[in-house]
C-alpha cells in the first residue's frame, strides 16, 4: 500500500537544536532521500525548560536554513517552531513578536513547559502524567486540557496543533471544531499512538482538515508516515482531508 501514496511535507522534525539527534542538514537529506517536497525544522519552543529552543540560537537556526537551501534546491527547508501551549490566557510561549522569526508555528501541549503561572501549570502537568500513567483522569482535567487548547487556538494563529490528546485528556470533537473554525491543521502523528479509530472519526464529523506527521526526533523517522496512513483508512476518512497527502503516480 506504501507505493500507492506520498507524503509531500512533514512540518514537525526536530534536531539537536532542541532534543532531536539529528542536525538540520541531516533532516533535510532525510527528506530530499524519501522524496519529499519540503520539510520543516520545528523544534520545541523556549518555553520547555529541559531541550527548548533558546531565544539566542534563533538567529542560527536560521542561519544553518539559509546556508542549506542552495545545497538542496529540490527540498523546500522551512523554519518551524512546535510552541508550547500551557497558559490560560491564550499565550504560547513564542511571543507575538517573535512569529515573524519563523516560517510557521505548530503549537502542543508538553509536560516539562510552566508559563504566566507556574503554579496553575504544575497542577495540571501532575494531573496529565497521572492521567497517562493509571488512564484515570482528575476531576475537571478534560474540561481545563481542552480550554487550554481552544484558548491557544483562538488567540494565536498558529499552522497545526500537535499530536492532540496525547499527554492528557481532551475533547477532540470540540479540538477539532475549534481548528476548523481558525482554519488550522488537525495532526495525526506517527510519532506518538494517543490517537484511535473512534477519535479520527470524532475528528472527521467536524470540517477539521488533518496533516500527517512524523515528529521525528532522528533524521531515520523524517518523513514517517503510513501508520496514519492505515489509521486513517481504517477510520473512513476521506484521504483528501490531508493536506499533504497524495497518490502516488502511477
Known amino acids: 500500500m506504501s507505493g500507492k501514496y506520498r507524503l509531500t511535507y512533514d512540518w514537525h522534525t526536530h534536531t539537536v537544536f532542541s532534543h532531536g539527534t539529528g542536525s538540520i542538514e541531516d533532516n533535510v537529506r532525510a527528506a530530499k532521500d524519501r522524496g519529499l517536497r519540503g520539510v520543516g525544522i520545528s523544534?520545541?519552543?523556549?518555553?520547555?525548560?529541559?531541550?527548548?529552543?533558546r531565544r539566542a540560537r534563533f538567529s542560527e537556526m536560521r542561519a544553518e536554513i539559509e546556508r542549506l537551501k542552495p545545497l538542496y534546491p529540490e527540498t523546500e527547508i522551512l523554519m518551524g517552531v512546535?510552541?508550547?501551549?500551557?497558559?490560560?490566557?491564550?499565550?504560547?510561549d513564542v511571543r507575538?513578536?517573535?512569529?515573524?522569526?519563523?516560517?510557521?508555528?505548530?503549537?502542543?501541549?508538553?509536560?516539562?513547559?510552566?508559563?504566566?503561572?507556574?503554579?496553575?501549570?504544575?497542577?495540571?502537568?501532575?494531573?496529565?502524567?497521572f492521567y497517562d500513567s493509571t488512564g484515570r483522569a482528575a476531576k475537571g482535567s478534560k474540561a481545563k486540557n481542552t480550554a487550554l487548547?481552544?484558548?491557544?487556538?483562538?488567540?494565536?494563529?498558529?499552522k497545526m496543533v500537535t499530536h492532540p490528546g496525547d499527554k492528557g485528556p481532551v475533547d477532540l470533537r470540540a479540538v477539532a471544531e475549534a481548528c476548523a473554525k481558525t482554519g488550522t491543521l488537525f495532526e495525526i502523528n506517527t510519532g506518538h499512538d494517543s490517537l484511535t479509530e473512534d477519535d479520527i472519526k470524532t475528528a472527521a464529523r467536524t470540517d477539521v482538515c488533518f496533516a500527517i506527521s512524523s515528529d521525528a526526533h532522528a533524521p531515520a523517522r523524517v518523513g514517517d508516515f503510513m501508520p496514519a496512513v492505515e489509521l486513517a483508512l481504517r477510520a473512513g476518512l476521506d484521504l483528501s482531508r490531508i493536506v499533504n497527502l497524495e497518490r502516488a503516480e502511477a
Not at 523544534?43 to 529552543?53: E, N, R, S, T, V
Not at 508550547?84 to 491564550?90: Q, R
Open 43 to 53: 523544534d520545541h519552543g523556549p518555553g520547555h525548560l529541559f531541550y527548548g529552543l
Open 82 to 92: 512546535e510552541a508550547n501551549i500551557l497558559n490560560a490566557s491564550g499565550r504560547l
Open 96 to 129: 507575538p513578536e517573535e512569529f515573524g522569526a519563523f516560517d510557521y508555528i505548530l503549537a502542543g501541549y508538553h509536560y516539562g513547559a510552566l508559563g504566566e503561572n507556574p503554579l496553575h501549570s504544575v497542577v495540571t502537568n501532575c494531573a496529565n502524567l
Open 149 to 158: 487548547v481552544e484558548k491557544a487556538l483562538y488567540t494565536n494563529d498558529f
